[in-house]
């Protein structure tokens, strides 16, 4: 089973925000997932738009999971953050 990190889409009409999860990289997009890592919000503030469990995330990594480019774009730009409840 391949495994990716992935962004998942929630929320309504022209105020969408993405919830980071691991999926079987087969399952829709929106679709079942195997464990909810944070989530990222682009409507607001900069210190408030991403939110991520690193202890999660590093776990799936370590496993073999894959980050998408999205992910790895957010990653990228604001770093493995500290561990917070989303």
Do not use: C
């Not at 682009?42 to 738009?49: D, R």
């Not at 480019?69 to 989303?86: H, I, M, N, P, W």
């Amino acid at each position: 089973m391949s495994v990716r990190i992935r962004l998942s889409k929630v929320g309504k009409k022209h105020q969408v925000s993405y919830r980071v999860v691991v999926q079987d990289a087969r399952t829709k997009r929106d679709g079942r997932f195997l464990e909810n890592l944070g989530f990222y919000n682009p409507h607001n503030s900069e210190a408030n738009q991403v939110k991520l469990d690193k202890a999660k995330l590093e776990f799936w990594i370590k496993k073999g999971a894959q980050t998408t480019q999205g992910v790895a774009k957010l990653l990228e730009k604001y770093g493995r953050t500290d561990k917070t409840s989303a």
